[in-house]
Protein backbone atom coordinates (compact mmCIF):
# COMPACT_ATOMS: atom_id res chain seq x y z
CA UNK A 1 0.00 0.00 0.00
CA UNK A 2 1.72 3.26 -0.97
CA UNK A 3 2.07 5.32 2.37
CA UNK A 4 -0.14 8.38 0.84
CA UNK A 5 -0.58 10.09 4.70
CA UNK A 6 3.13 10.15 4.71
CA UNK A 7 3.50 12.66 1.94
CA UNK A 8 2.54 15.39 4.13
CA UNK A 9 6.35 15.86 4.99
CA UNK A 10 6.72 16.83 1.26
CA UNK A 11 5.04 19.81 2.26
CA UNK A 12 6.84 20.95 5.43
CA UNK A 13 10.15 19.69 4.26
CA UNK A 14 11.29 23.27 3.14
CA UNK A 15 10.94 24.45 6.45
CA UNK A 16 11.35 21.45 8.58
CA UNK A 17 14.97 21.80 6.91
CA UNK A 18 15.80 25.30 7.71
CA UNK A 19 14.51 25.47 11.41
CA UNK A 20 14.06 21.68 13.00
CA UNK A 21 17.27 20.02 12.64
CA UNK A 22 19.51 22.11 14.50
CA UNK A 23 17.90 22.10 18.01
CA UNK A 24 17.25 18.79 18.34
CA UNK A 25 20.29 17.15 17.38
CA UNK A 26 22.79 19.85 19.56
CA UNK A 27 20.80 18.12 22.20
CA UNK A 28 20.32 14.35 20.89
CA UNK A 29 23.68 13.87 19.14
CA UNK A 30 25.86 14.01 22.45
CA UNK A 31 23.51 11.37 23.71
CA UNK A 32 23.90 8.74 20.56
CA UNK A 33 27.84 9.46 21.55
CA UNK A 34 26.97 8.30 24.60
CA UNK A 35 24.28 5.12 24.27
CA UNK A 36 25.05 4.01 21.11
CA UNK A 37 28.12 5.35 18.82
CA UNK A 38 30.58 3.70 20.84
CA UNK A 39 29.12 0.41 19.93
CA UNK A 40 29.36 0.97 16.08
CA UNK A 41 31.99 -0.63 14.16
CA UNK A 42 34.38 2.54 13.60
CA UNK A 43 33.93 3.76 10.29
CA UNK A 44 31.01 1.38 9.98
CA UNK A 45 27.52 1.43 7.84
CA UNK A 46 24.73 2.81 9.43
CA UNK A 47 20.96 2.83 8.77
CA UNK A 48 18.96 6.21 9.69
CA UNK A 49 15.28 4.71 9.49
CA UNK A 50 13.27 8.02 8.69
CA UNK A 51 16.09 9.75 8.15
CA UNK A 52 14.29 13.38 7.16
CA UNK A 53 16.37 15.89 5.46
CA UNK A 54 19.39 14.15 6.75
CA UNK A 55 20.86 16.28 9.34
CA UNK A 56 22.01 13.01 11.42
CA UNK A 57 23.68 11.40 8.41
CA UNK A 58 25.51 14.49 7.76
CA UNK A 59 27.07 14.15 11.66
CA UNK A 60 27.62 10.47 11.58
CA UNK A 61 29.42 10.98 7.76
CA UNK A 62 31.72 13.69 9.22
CA UNK A 63 32.92 11.38 11.60
CA UNK A 64 33.80 8.66 8.99
CA UNK A 65 30.71 6.53 8.92
CA UNK A 66 28.81 5.09 5.78
CA UNK A 67 25.42 6.44 5.83
CA UNK A 68 22.14 5.40 4.31
CA UNK A 69 18.99 7.04 4.69
CA UNK A 70 15.53 6.04 4.18
CA UNK A 71 12.32 8.51 4.65
CA UNK A 72 8.61 7.81 3.10
CA UNK A 73 9.24 12.06 2.03
CA UNK A 74 10.52 12.56 -1.46
CA UNK A 75 11.30 16.31 -0.72
CA UNK A 76 12.73 15.34 2.54
CA UNK A 77 15.18 12.91 0.93
CA UNK A 78 15.51 15.28 -2.12
CA UNK A 79 17.14 17.90 0.89
CA UNK A 80 18.77 14.91 2.50
CA UNK A 81 20.50 14.25 -1.01
CA UNK A 82 21.53 17.85 -1.04
CA UNK A 83 22.87 18.06 2.62
CA UNK A 84 24.58 15.16 2.74
CA UNK A 85 25.87 13.77 -1.39
CA UNK A 86 28.37 11.60 0.40
CA UNK A 87 25.64 9.72 2.14
CA UNK A 88 22.96 7.21 0.27
CA UNK A 89 19.49 8.09 0.32
CA UNK A 90 16.16 5.93 -0.64
CA UNK A 91 12.72 6.76 -0.53
CA UNK A 92 10.92 4.08 1.33
CA UNK A 93 8.08 3.13 4.24
CA UNK A 94 9.93 2.29 7.42
CA UNK A 95 7.70 -0.99 7.40
CA UNK A 96 8.70 -2.06 4.16
CA UNK A 97 11.92 -1.04 2.98
CA UNK A 98 14.92 -3.09 1.82
CA UNK A 99 18.27 -1.94 2.20
CA UNK A 100 20.70 -3.87 0.26
CA UNK A 101 23.86 -5.15 2.39
CA UNK A 102 24.32 -5.40 6.19
CA UNK A 103 24.91 -2.73 8.94
CA UNK A 104 26.64 -2.48 11.66
CA UNK A 105 24.43 0.03 13.62
CA UNK A 106 20.55 1.64 12.88
CA UNK A 107 19.15 4.82 14.53
CA UNK A 108 16.16 6.50 14.23
CA UNK A 109 15.62 9.94 15.97
CA UNK A 110 13.22 12.79 16.53
CA UNK A 111 10.21 10.50 17.42
CA UNK A 112 10.11 9.56 14.13
CA UNK A 113 8.87 5.81 15.12
CA UNK A 114 5.61 7.86 16.99
CA UNK A 115 5.00 8.47 13.25
CA UNK A 116 3.78 4.68 12.53
CA UNK A 117 0.32 4.52 13.31
CA UNK A 118 -0.01 0.65 14.01
CA UNK A 119 1.02 -2.30 16.33
CA UNK A 120 1.37 -4.04 12.54
CA UNK A 121 3.29 -1.46 10.80
CA UNK A 122 5.62 -0.49 14.20
CA UNK A 123 6.39 -4.30 14.35
CA UNK A 124 7.59 -4.27 10.35
CA UNK A 125 9.58 -1.25 10.80
CA UNK A 126 11.25 -3.19 13.63
CA UNK A 127 11.45 -6.43 11.36
CA UNK A 128 12.82 -4.57 8.53
CA UNK A 129 15.60 -2.56 10.79
CA UNK A 130 16.54 -5.80 12.46
CA UNK A 131 16.58 -7.61 8.84
CA UNK A 132 18.98 -4.85 7.90
CA UNK A 133 21.60 -5.69 10.35
CA UNK A 134 24.82 -7.42 11.75
CA UNK A 135 24.01 -9.96 14.68
CA UNK A 136 24.93 -8.34 17.66
CA UNK A 137 24.89 -4.67 15.81
CA UNK A 138 23.52 -1.72 17.98
CA UNK A 139 19.67 -0.23 16.85
CA UNK A 140 18.79 3.42 18.78
CA UNK A 141 15.58 5.63 18.75
CA UNK A 142 14.50 7.87 20.52
CA UNK A 143 10.22 7.80 20.91
CA UNK A 144 8.10 10.30 22.97
CA UNK A 145 6.07 8.32 25.72
CA UNK A 146 2.37 9.75 27.14
CA UNK A 147 3.70 12.41 29.28
CA UNK A 148 5.12 13.59 26.29
CA UNK A 149 1.47 14.14 24.39
CA UNK A 150 -0.30 15.12 27.60
CA UNK A 151 1.63 18.62 27.93
CA UNK A 152 2.87 19.31 24.75
CA UNK A 153 0.53 18.42 22.12
CA UNK A 154 -2.17 21.16 22.86
CA UNK A 155 0.55 23.73 22.11
CA UNK A 156 0.57 26.52 19.00
CA UNK A 157 3.79 28.36 17.80
CA UNK A 158 4.38 30.78 14.90
CA UNK A 159 6.78 32.10 12.75
CA UNK A 160 6.49 35.32 10.96
CA UNK A 161 9.06 36.51 8.00
CA UNK A 162 9.12 38.43 5.62
CA UNK A 163 8.61 35.52 2.88
CA UNK A 164 7.41 32.59 4.89
CA UNK A 165 4.97 32.02 7.82
CA UNK A 166 4.01 29.01 9.56
CA UNK A 167 1.64 28.43 12.43
CA UNK A 168 1.40 25.43 14.05
CA UNK A 169 -1.41 24.53 16.60
CA UNK A 170 -1.63 21.11 18.78
CA UNK A 171 -5.30 19.37 19.10
CA UNK A 172 -4.12 17.06 22.10
CA UNK A 173 -4.27 13.92 22.43
CA UNK A 174 -6.63 11.14 22.55
CA UNK A 175 -6.74 8.85 24.92
CA UNK A 176 -9.18 6.49 23.36
CA UNK A 177 -7.39 6.14 20.00
CA UNK A 178 -3.78 7.25 21.54
CA UNK A 179 -3.31 9.73 18.60
CA UNK A 180 -2.30 12.96 19.04
CA UNK A 181 -2.30 15.28 15.90
CA UNK A 182 -1.13 18.84 15.03
CA UNK A 183 -2.02 20.99 11.98
CA UNK A 184 0.51 22.86 10.24
CA UNK A 185 -0.56 25.99 8.26
CA UNK A 186 2.36 27.39 5.94
CA UNK A 187 2.81 30.42 3.55
CA UNK A 188 5.78 30.83 1.03
CA UNK A 189 6.25 34.00 -1.10
CA UNK A 190 7.35 32.72 -4.67
CA UNK A 191 7.90 35.07 -7.95
CA UNK A 192 5.26 37.46 -6.01
CA UNK A 193 2.74 34.89 -5.23
CA UNK A 194 1.94 33.84 -1.65
CA UNK A 195 1.14 30.24 -1.51
CA UNK A 196 -0.48 28.39 1.51
CA UNK A 197 -0.17 24.47 2.15
CA UNK A 198 -1.60 22.63 5.63
CA UNK A 199 -0.19 19.68 6.48
CA UNK A 200 -1.78 17.48 9.60
CA UNK A 201 1.07 15.65 11.57
CA UNK A 202 -0.02 12.48 13.54
CA UNK A 203 1.66 10.10 15.98
CA UNK A 204 0.57 7.30 18.31
CA UNK A 205 1.77 7.02 21.28
CA UNK A 206 3.00 3.42 22.57
CA UNK A 207 4.14 2.27 26.16
CA UNK A 208 7.12 0.56 26.68
CA UNK A 209 5.54 -2.65 27.40
CA UNK A 210 4.25 -2.48 23.66
CA UNK A 211 7.64 -1.00 22.27
CA UNK A 212 9.70 -4.03 24.09
CA UNK A 213 7.23 -6.77 22.56
CA UNK A 214 7.42 -5.69 19.32
CA UNK A 215 11.29 -5.02 19.30
CA UNK A 216 11.15 -9.14 20.89
CA UNK A 217 9.46 -10.63 17.91
CA UNK A 218 11.73 -8.82 15.75
CA UNK A 219 14.80 -10.31 16.76
CA UNK A 220 16.07 -7.23 18.95
CA UNK A 221 17.60 -8.20 23.20
CA UNK A 222 18.72 -6.47 25.63
CA UNK A 223 17.00 -3.36 25.48
CA UNK A 224 17.67 -0.62 27.38
CA UNK A 225 15.35 2.88 28.11
CA UNK A 226 16.89 6.09 29.22
CA UNK A 227 14.81 8.86 29.75
CA UNK A 228 16.02 11.61 27.89
CA UNK A 229 16.34 14.46 30.99
CA UNK A 230 18.72 11.93 32.55
CA UNK A 231 20.85 12.58 29.75
CA UNK A 232 20.99 16.04 29.50
CA UNK A 233 17.82 16.98 27.23
CA UNK A 234 16.26 19.54 28.90
CA UNK A 235 13.03 21.93 28.68
CA UNK A 236 10.70 20.29 25.69
CA UNK A 237 12.01 18.57 23.82
CA UNK A 238 13.03 16.20 26.57
CA UNK A 239 9.87 15.92 28.38
CA UNK A 240 8.11 12.22 28.11
CA UNK A 241 10.79 11.23 25.61
CA UNK A 242 12.93 8.09 25.95
CA UNK A 243 16.10 6.85 24.00
CA UNK A 244 15.98 3.05 23.75
CA UNK A 245 19.17 1.19 22.82
CA UNK A 246 19.02 -2.66 21.63
CA UNK A 247 20.81 -5.26 20.09
CA UNK A 248 20.24 -7.25 17.18
CA UNK A 249 20.25 -10.65 18.55
CA UNK A 250 22.46 -13.66 17.03
CA UNK A 251 19.40 -15.92 15.83
CA UNK A 252 17.84 -15.25 13.03
CA UNK A 253 15.31 -12.25 13.19
CA UNK A 254 11.51 -12.60 12.04
CA UNK A 255 10.21 -11.50 9.06
C1 LIG B 1 10.18 14.48 12.92
S1 LIG B 1 10.87 14.00 11.39
C2 LIG B 1 12.48 13.41 11.90
C3 LIG B 1 13.50 13.38 10.80
C4 LIG B 1 14.90 12.95 11.20
N1 LIG B 1 14.95 11.62 11.76
C5 LIG B 1 15.52 13.93 12.19
O1 LIG B 1 15.98 13.49 13.25
O2 LIG B 1 15.58 15.13 11.90
C6 LIG B 1 9.98 12.53 11.03
C7 LIG B 1 10.39 11.92 9.70
O3 LIG B 1 9.84 10.61 9.64
C8 LIG B 1 9.42 10.37 8.30
N2 LIG B 1 8.45 9.27 8.35
C9 LIG B 1 7.30 9.23 9.03
N3 LIG B 1 6.71 8.03 8.88
C10 LIG B 1 7.54 7.29 8.10
C11 LIG B 1 7.48 5.95 7.59
N4 LIG B 1 6.47 5.12 7.86
N5 LIG B 1 8.50 5.54 6.81
C12 LIG B 1 9.55 6.35 6.53
N6 LIG B 1 9.63 7.62 6.97
C13 LIG B 1 8.64 8.08 7.76
C14 LIG B 1 8.87 11.70 7.84
O4 LIG B 1 8.79 11.78 6.43
C15 LIG B 1 9.89 12.66 8.46
O5 LIG B 1 10.96 12.91 7.60
Redesign the pocket.
Known amino acids: MP?WH?AL?DDFAWF?NRY??EE??SLAFPILERIWLPRVARKGRIL??????G??AGLLTDRGYRVTG????AE?IAHARENVPAAAFQV????RFHAPGKFDGAV?????LN??LSDE?LQA?FQRTAAALKPGAPFAFDMLLESAYQTNWADAFSLVRDDHVLVLSGSGFDFRTRLAQCHITMFRLGDGVWRRSDVEVNERCYTTKEIDAALELAGFAQTEYYDARDLGMSGQLGQGRTFVVTTRSTTRATC
Request: net charge negative; charged share 15%; hydrophobic share 40%.
Open positions: CLYYWNFHDVCCGTYLIDASMADASSTFDSHIDA
